[in-house]
T-cell receptor
Framework: AQKITQTQPGMFVQEKEAVTLDCTYDTSDPSYGLFWYKQPSSGEMIFLIYQGSYDQQNATEGRYSLNFQKARKSANLVISASQLGDSAMYFCAMRNTGFQKLVFGTGTRLLVSP | EAQVTQNPRYLITVTGKKLTVTCSQNMNHEYMSWYRQDPGLGLRQIYYSMNVEVTDKGDVPEGYKVSRKEKRNFPLILESPSPNQTSLYFC???????????????FGDGTRLSIL
């Protein structure tokens, strides 16, 4: 069965610093995709970044990068140069190839302080 | 603008009074899904649909119904709501990629339901 684990319920970071949000996953399927979503206090779900299990390079999207360690089954989100607007809930999710269902972790609440 | 639209955004109602949360997408996506979000549990899938007239249960389908009569619409029906269905609900859609896993799901803005 697929499972996503986010062990950090909350994280604090100062503005302009980098922060890493942890995500580990479990699947027996060799082909899968990993996603990160941001949920600000207004509630909507915003797609941030995607990593495929066969991708050779770590994914990057602007200030977001994904530290993908396949052997360890981890897909940590790195936010560089944090901004106050990064304060939000962050969810890691996985989808196995052939299935459309997203399996979500329980989320990490990030608070960026001035 | 490409979007998934849910209505209502907020609803307070009473136990047993049937309600429908509508979901509509304008991206011609085949796949649509409903999730509920509860504190400490993340998002869990309720029902999904791979195309018109094709629906199936997710992880927490009890107490819910869905239908997919048109490609763009995927309403969630609570025939006899109970307090344990108080939650934040999301509708999402994505293209059906025939097995590819790299298409992100697009989410609606959420519907906050309170059932007293």
């Amino acid at each position: 069965a697929q499972k996503i684990t986010q062990t950090q319920p909350g994280m604090f970071v100062q503005e302009k610093e980098a922060v890493t949000l942890d995500c580990t996953y479990d699947t027996s399927d060799p082909s899968y995709g990993l996603f990160w979503y941001k949920q600000p206090s207004s509630g909507e779900m915003i797609f941030l970044i995607y990593q495929g299990s066969y991708d050779q390079q770590n994914a990057t999207e602007g200030r977001y990068s994904l530290n993908f360690q396949k052997a360890r089954k981890s897909a940590n989100l790195v936010i560089s140069a944090s901004q106050l607007g990064d304060s939000a809930m962050y969810f890691c999710a996985m989808r196995n190839t052939g299935f459309q269902k997203l399996v979500f972790g329980t989320g990490t609440r990030l608070l960026v302080s001035p | 603008e490409a979007q998934v639209t849910q209505n209502p955004r907020y609803l307070i109602t009473v136990t047993g009074k049937k309600l429908t949360v509508t979901c509509s997408q304008n991206m011609n996506h085949e796949y649509m899904s409903w999730y509920r979000q509860d504190p400490g549990l993340g998002l869990r899938q309720i029902y999904y649909s791979m195309n018109v007239e094709v629906t199936d249960k997710g992880d927490v389908p009890e107490g819910y119904k869905v239908s997919r009569k048109e490609k763009r619409n995927f309403p969630l029906i609570l025939e006899s709501p109970s307090p344990n269905q108080t939650s934040l609900y999301f509708c999402a859609s994505s293209p059906w990629t025939g097995g590819g896993s790299n298409q992100p799901q697009h989410f609606g803005d959420g519907t906050r339901l309170s059932i007293l």
